[in-house]
């Protein structure tokens, strides 16, 4: 048995002295490419990593509601009658969030029976690398399963969306629920937001001798704070102002006229979207056509654009990329929603440890914290476990 399945096993049993119906898992994710898009009906091209939240759940004979976890002393309650949005906060928000949010996608929680859940997870917190809709995946498959309500994973998805913008307050898209739940070993997902028509593509980094490297920068952020809200805004307005109901409808032949018609700040926070989209298609392209070694310059034109044009990188990311390119990572970029968080490094496996030493060297000489470095596989999404 794992870490996690030993001590979710045990947390659910010391909890609510009792054994759990079964155990379900559901990985973090890191953003290869195609950022800030997924709520402007763009493309995006994560993968599931292997990294997970394993969670114990178990049905009750009543209509209660327990969740515990190993990362708070509390245990969470209240009846199924009383979740709503408004009632929840803290951690327990996603999970509870989750099982509102599926009354809002057909489960009838007048008749459903009440749970009890404990959650362990190996998903670094507050990384940009989705320990939250690890969470609300894992449940959200869990639930799926025990209240029998054969909801597809597209529909799981945004279900860990809705629980995410309505009980947690975070205004996020729908990509990293899709990746943590139609993630695939050793590939990555290519997902149109606009139709959710999602294609598992092969990365083929180990027989490129590839690794993805995380930088976790370890400067925190939170959507539901912020920025992020008023990037959102922003890509809002320029759609209005542009006569389209999304930047999904713009390409970048419209960036002539949308440099005449917008304001300076919104005409940069559209052209990222669009030339972000457009780099999406290109990666996927390029990595069908030429293999993973030939997307660096994508990945970092990437970084590019968020930093100087939608204007969500802070200095520790750029100087991550910067050390990482230069010590001969082929391709790097902030990931995830910006303001803190990690990078990504595509990075000859050899010189992982010359790249890791370079950041952590280039960190401490500009007096930043500490900064955490480590390889991420591309893993299958949320899944039962074996009992
Ligand atoms: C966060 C959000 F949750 C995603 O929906 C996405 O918008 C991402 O930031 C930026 O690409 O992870």
Redesign the pocket.
């Known amino acids: 048995m794992s870490d996690l399945h030993q001590t979710v096993t045990t947390g659910f049993q010391t909890r609510f002295d009792t054994e759990p119906t079964g155990l379900w898992s559901a990985p973090g994710r890191v953003?290869l490419i195609?950022?800030?898009?997924?709520?402007n009906d763009g493309f995006?091209f994560p993968f599931a990593i292997d990294r997970r939240t394993v969670v114990a759940l178990g049905v009750r004979a009543d209509r209660l509601v327990r969740v515990a976890s190993s990362f708070a002393e509390e245990t969470v309650e209240l009846s199924l009658d009383d979740l709503t949005p408004e009632n929840l906060e803290g951690w327990s928000a996603y999970p509870l969030g989750v099982a509102w949010a599926l009354g809002q996608f057909g489960a009838d929680l007048a008749a459903v029976a009440g749970f009890e859940v404990f959650i362990d997870s190996d998903v670094p917190i507050g990384a940009?690398l989705?320990s939250s809709?690890a969470i609300e995946s894992a449940v959200a498959v869990a639930l799926n399963d025990v209240w029998q309500l054969g909801l597809d994973r597209r529909v799981l998805a945004r279900v860990g969306q809705l629980a995410?913008n309505r009980a947690v307050g975070?205004p996020?898209?729908?990509?990293?629920q899709s990746a943590s739940l139609l993630g695939r070993a050793d590939a990555a997902v290519f997902l149109d937001c606009r139709s959710l028509a999602a294609e598992v593509i092969p990365l083929g980094f180990d027989a490129a001798g590839l690794e993805l490297l995380i930088i976790d920068t370890r400067v925190s952020h939170a959507?539901s704070t912020g920025g992020?809200a008023s990037r959102r805004a922003s890509c809002e307005k320029g759609a209005q102002l542009m006569g389209v109901s999304s930047l999904r409808d713009l390409d970048v032949d419209d960036l002539a006229r949308a440099r005449d018609l917008l304001d300076d700040e919104t005409f940069r926070r559209v052209r990222h979207v669009v030339t972000e989209n457009q780099r999406v298609l290109d990666t996927v392209r390029t990595l069908r056509e030429q293999g993973p070694t030939a997307i660096g310059a994508l990945l970092d034109a990437s970084h590019v654009s968020m930093r100087d044009d939608f204007e969500i990188s802070v200095s520790e990311l750029d100087l991550a990329v910067e050390t990482a390119r230069a010590t001969g990572a082929i391709g790097a970029r902030m990931t995830?929603?910006g303001f803190g968080g990690a990078a990504i490094a595509l990075t000859p496996h050899a010189l992982i440890p010359a790249v890791t030493a370079a950041v952590t060297a280039a960190f401490a000489a500009r007096g930043f914290g500490t900064p955490d470095l480590f390889v991420v596989r591309a893993a299958d999404g949320a899944a039962r476990e074996q009992d």
């Open positions: 953003n195609g950022e800030h898009t997924d709520y995006v940009g989705s809709a995410e975070a996020t898209g729908i990509m990293d959507h992020y995830g929603g």
